[in-house]
């Protein structure tokens, strides 16, 4: 029972990659769904799989037939979206949706079809036409089911079981300072491939500026495989490569005949993977990223991020951000701060996101939801941070904004937990060699002007993060310039999350909390220490915009949202917002 509820591992899905540069048809859009927090879609009374669950989208044969349900005459909720922000009911909803939506099939099917979901928050269950297909583990990661030779013409019923139910065993786990979005958050699609296609084409400049990437060919039989060969042509510069063994390499003579990618001329060059009828036409940039001593450079400049953090909620309305749209007007905001860098915090953000980063020329952290309370010790838990960290870097390990693999975010020291980042920093190596590692890391708070961090977890990661709340939770303000940070690692620091919460609009003087005045307070005597931190590489304060948690309660105050944004829910822009 506890099995068929919380599914600890995904099952038959895969990862497909350059989804944008492929043939798809949307399925977004107004589908029918059914709340049901007892999972009776699922199991039956005795806890067995209900045969007739709600998966099977049946309708009365004869006037005496009882069924249960009814999606025709059920909710309607849109997808993609959170479902929280949809009906007053779901609002602190934690359980299972079952969304339903009909689709035409009217032409004969490609070689290969896939049905791919962007993100759905946690765990879900796809049914095409009543048939259980596959199971996925993690909230927001991408997915794709294949779906060949099922689509016959005509009409197909597509049911998916989203479940949300906060468990120990999940990444993450029972705590977390943002909503529990729940639903289909991102777009579903059919995504059409040829029999033999490349399924994770991948692209980026290493430190030596290299150009190294490759591709798993899939659906290949030994007589097809390598005639011809496979392919990625640098359109702009003349140059092609071959695949081999899974791998394409450009030296770095060669690649300097490329204009490089940087935060001030964002470069895209055009790209085309080819591999027999198999083509990606897409947009790539190239630029070195690595750590000398306690610098990082960019093309061999020392580079200083001037970041902020970001979390995954829309520029309005307290809703998981998705979308062109969402991502665009978010690093707009981040660009009006005169901002280089984006911390693109606590989990996997949408694609959107890096890609918008890429265009705009701003640097990206990207980071896995292994936050607070995480069951380390479990077999199970590291089985899906590997396989959530394997979607985070296959999906963007082509994009030159991204610069920083973060794995964790304010974790408590212990061996179980050194170990499992270990493993986790050592995935990401794997997946990716040429950018680097972080884990934002907890300050212990001190009375000593000199905070010592001793986290032996700063020996693995390629760049120590902290996050600090002086003046806020601890410490006084006029204390704040006069701290400093020292780490036993003589690596770069990076002060990942500091700030101060501030209703927009609520004036005052700077003693009193929860005035912009406080928080832009705070902000200055921040910078102040930053100034002084020889081995500071950068900065992303928490926040960029107030955003909907539920440990925020304060009535007229914080009323659900955590208030430390420099700009509201609804994007008006607080006094801290100028002094950053
Ligand atoms: C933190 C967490 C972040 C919280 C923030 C806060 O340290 O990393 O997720 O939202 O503090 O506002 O307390």
């Given at each position: 029972?506890?099995q068929?509820?919380?599914?600890k591992v995904?099952a038959?899905t895969?990862?497909?990659?350059?989804l944008a540069?492929?043939q798809?048809?949307s399925?977004?859009?107004?589908w029918?769904?059914?709340?049901d927090p007892?999972?009776?879609g699922?199991?039956?009374?005795l806890?067995?799989?209900?045969?007739?669950?709600?998966?099977?989208?049946?309708?009365?044969r004869t006037p005496?037939?009882?069924?249960?349900?009814?999606?025709?005459r059920?909710?309607?909720l849109?997808?993609?979206?959170?479902?929280?922000?949809q009906?007053?009911?779901?609002?602190?909803?934690?359980?299972?949706?079952?969304y339903?939506?009909?689709f035409?099939?009217?032409?004969?099917?490609s070689?290969?079809?896939?049905?791919?979901?962007?993100?759905?928050?946690?765990?879900?269950?796809?049914f095409?036409?009543?048939e259980e297909?596959?199971t996925?583990?993690?909230g927001?990661?991408?997915?794709?089911?294949?779906?060949t030779g099922?689509l016959?013409?005509g009409?197909?019923?597509?049911?998916?079981?989203?479940n949300n139910?906060?468990?120990?065993?999940r990444?993450?786990g029972?705590?977390?300072d943002?909503?529990n979005?729940?639903?289909?958050?991102?777009s579903?699609?059919?995504?059409?491939?040829?029999r033999?296609?490349?399924r994770?084409a991948?692209?980026?400049?290493?430190?030596?500026?290299?150009?190294?990437?490759?591709?798993?060919?899939d659906?290949?039989?030994?007589a097809?495989?390598?005639d011809?060969?496979?392919?990625?042509?640098?359109?702009d510069?003349?140059?092609t490569?071959?695949?081999?063994?899974?791998?394409?390499?450009?030296?770095a003579?060669?690649?300097s005949?490329?204009e490089r990618?940087?935060?001030?001329a964002?470069?895209?060059?055009?790209?085309?993977?080819a591999?027999?009828?198999d083509v990606?036409?897409?947009?790539?940039g190239?630029?070195?990223v690595?750590?000398?001593?306690?610098?990082?450079f960019?093309?061999?400049?020392?580079?200083f991020l001037r970041?902020?953090?970001?979390?995954?909620?829309?520029p309005?309305?307290?809703?998981?951000?998705h979308?062109?749209?969402?991502?665009?007007?978010?690093?707009s905001?981040?660009e009006d701060?005169?901002?280089?860098?984006?911390r693109?915090?606590?989990?996997?953000h949408?694609?959107?996101?890096?890609?918008?980063?890429?265009?705009?020329g701003?640097?990206a952290?990207?980071?896995?939801?292994?936050?607070?309370?995480?069951?380390?010790?479990s077999e199970?838990v590291?089985a899906n941070?590997?396989a959530?960290?394997?979607?985070?870097?296959?999906?963007?390990?082509?994009?030159?904004s991204?610069?920083?693999?973060?794995v964790a975010?304010?974790t408590?020291?212990?061996d179980?937990?050194?170990?499992?980042l270990?493993?986790l920093v050592?995935r990401?190596?794997?997946?990716?060699?040429?950018?680097?590692t972080t884990a934002?890391l907890l300050t212990?708070p001190?009375k000593?002007?000199v905070v010592?961090?001793?986290?032996p977890?700063g020996e693995v990661?390629?760049?120590?993060a902290?996050n600090q709340?002086?003046?806020?939770?601890?410490?006084?303000?006029?204390e704040?310039?006069s701290?400093?940070f020292?780490?036993?690692?003589?690596k770069?620091?990076?002060f990942?999350e500091?700030g101060a919460g501030?209703?927009h609009?609520?004036?005052g003087?700077?003693?009193?909390?929860?005035?912009?005045?406080?928080q832009?307070?705070?902000?200055n005597?921040?910078?102040s220490?930053?100034?002084n931190q020889?081995d500071?590489v950068?900065?992303?304060?928490?926040i960029?915009k107030?955003?909907?948690?539920?440990?925020?309660?304060?009535?007229?105050i914080?009323d659900?949202y955590?208030?430390k944004?420099?700009v509201?829910?609804?994007g008006?822009?607080?006094l801290?917002?100028?002094v950053l």
């Amino acid at each position: 029972m506890e099995q068929l509820l919380n599914p600890k591992v995904s099952a038959n899905t895969v990862l497909l990659t350059n989804l944008a540069c492929r043939q798809r048809r949307s399925l977004d859009g107004t589908w029918r769904a059914i709340i049901d927090p007892y999972d009776t879609g699922y199991v039956n009374i005795l806890g067995q799989r209900n045969k007739l669950g709600y998966f099977r989208d049946l309708k009365p044969r004869t006037p005496s037939d009882r069924v249960e349900y009814d999606f025709d005459r059920s909710l309607e909720l849109v997808v993609p979206g959170d479902w929280n922000t949809q009906d007053p009911s779901l609002l602190y909803y934690e359980g299972t949706v079952w969304y339903r939506t009909l689709f035409d099939v009217d032409r004969a099917e490609s070689a290969r079809t896939f049905l791919s979901f962007g993100a759905a928050n946690h765990t879900t269950r796809v049914f095409l036409d009543g048939e259980e297909l596959a199971t996925h583990v993690g909230g927001f990661g991408p997915f794709a089911v294949e779906v060949t030779g099922r689509l016959a013409l005509g009409s197909h019923s597509l049911v998916v079981q989203v479940n949300n139910r906060r468990e120990p065993d999940r990444i993450p786990g029972m705590r977390s300072d943002w909503w529990n979005f729940g639903g289909i958050t991102r777009s579903v699609e059919l995504v059409s491939v040829p029999r033999t296609f490349l399924r994770d084409a991948w692209l980026t400049m290493a430190p030596d500026g290299r150009i190294i990437g490759g591709a798993t060919i899939d659906g290949a039989d030994s007589a097809t495989l390598n005639d011809p060969p496979c392919t990625v042509d640098l359109i702009d510069a003349g140059i092609t490569a071959e695949l081999v063994d899974g791998g394409v390499e450009i030296d770095a003579v060669t690649a300097s005949r490329l204009e490089r990618w940087s935060p001030g001329a964002p470069v895209l060059h055009r790209i085309r993977w080819a591999c027999g009828q198999d083509v990606i036409d897409d947009e790539v940039g190239f630029r070195t990223v690595k750590v000398e001593g306690n610098r990082v450079f960019v093309n061999d400049e020392e580079t200083f991020l001037r970041g902020i953090s970001i979390h995954g909620e829309g520029p309005s309305g307290g809703k998981r951000a998705h979308g062109p749209d969402d991502a665009s007007t978010l690093l707009s905001w981040a660009e009006d701060l005169g901002a280089n860098f984006v911390r693109l915090a606590h989990y996997q953000h949408d694609e959107h996101m890096v890609r918008e980063a890429d265009r705009r020329g701003l640097l990206a952290w990207t980071e896995l939801p292994v936050y607070w309370n995480i069951a380390f010790g479990s077999e199970a838990v590291m089985a899906n941070a590997v396989a959530q960290a394997d979607e985070l870097v296959i999906r963007d390990r082509s994009r030159a904004s991204v610069i920083l693999w973060s794995v964790a975010n304010e974790t408590l020291p212990d061996d179980a937990r050194l170990s499992f980042l270990s493993t986790l920093v050592q995935r990401v190596k794997v997946l990716d060699s040429t950018r680097l590692t972080t884990a934002a890391l907890l300050t212990i708070p001190s009375k000593d002007p000199v905070v010592h961090i001793e986290d032996p977890l700063g020996e693995v990661v390629d760049v120590i993060a902290i996050n600090q709340y002086l003046g806020w939770y601890y410490g006084q303000r006029l204390e704040i310039a006069s701290t400093t940070f020292s780490t036993a690692f003589a690596k770069p620091i990076i002060f990942s999350e500091f700030g101060a919460g501030a209703k927009h609009g609520n004036h005052g003087t700077d003693e009193e909390i929860w005035t912009e005045e406080f928080q832009a307070a705070v902000y200055n005597e921040q910078i102040s220490m930053i100034r002084n931190q020889a081995d500071c590489v950068g900065l992303s304060p928490w926040i960029l915009k107030d955003f909907r948690t539920p440990l925020r309660v304060l009535p007229e105050i914080q009323d659900g949202y955590n208030r430390k944004g420099l700009v509201s829910e609804e994007g008006e822009r607080k006094l801290a917002f100028d002094v950053l």
